[in-house]
């Protein structure tokens, strides 16, 4: 994961602007305590994945762009890609100030959408200073295509493992049918 921090840092230092981590697509509005808790998990355990490589310095210019909209509700990740007939991610890669500057990575190409089911998950999972090696607390990674669909992906592997694919970007260097990816 050494090369995963290095090309993040890469990406990072061509411009201040740049920024890194996934859209994250709220599509649970009923314990706002538990979104937090989740939330307050997520930066924990990307910190001290990033801690592990001597890469503290990137957790700053991690921008989860969580996108809060009470009609997404128990949203599916269809609903995600295509709310009223839109195309939601899509539209939120046109209308967003950054910069495809990198455009294998999957900030630009795939969301996260985190219903009740996925915040359970996570919360009832490993606490996030444990590593979660078998992805028991586990989210659901969308790819802007709507053909390679989409994939359960461990949290503890989201940053910086899935973010920068093993073997380059692409979604079929990580994504799983049917389990939870824990490359």
């Known amino acids: 994961m050494a090369d995963d921090v290095a090309r993040v840092r890469e ?3 061509k411009d ?3 920024k890194w981590g996934f859209v994250i697509y709220r599509c649970t509005y ?3 305590d538990a979104w937090n808790r989740f939330m307050k998990h997520l930066d924990e355990r990307t910190r001290l994945n990033l801690e592990t490589y001597n890469a503290s310095d990137l957790f700053s210019r991690i921008d989860w762009s969580v996108v809060h909209d009470a009609d997404l509700e128990g949203a599916d990740s269809e ?4 709310y009223n007939n839109s195309r939601r991610f899509s539209i939120w ?3 967003s100030a950054e910069k495809d500057n990198w455009s294998g990575i999957p900030r630009y190409h795939a969301c996260i959408r985190v219903d009740k089911f996925f915040m359970d998950a996570v919360l ?9 090696d078998i992805g028991m607390g586990f989210v659901e990674l969308i790819s802007l295509d709507a053909s390679k669909g989409e994939t359960f992906a461990g ?3 989201l940053v910086p493992r899935i973010y920068v694919p093993p073997d380059g970007p692409g979604w079929e260097n990580f994504a799983v049918r049917d389990d939870v990816a824990t490359p």
Do not use: H
Request: charged residues 30%; aromatic residues 10%; without cysteine.
């Open 79 to 82: 609903d995600v890609r295509t």
């Open 93 to 95: 890669k046109q209308n």
């Open 11 to 13: 990406f990072l230092n």
């Open 30 to 32: 009923g314990d706002d």
């Open 16 to 18: 201040a602007a740049n």
């Open 155 to 157: 949290l503890s592997y």
């Open 124 to 132: 009832e999972g490993p606490p996030a200073n444990e590593f979660d």
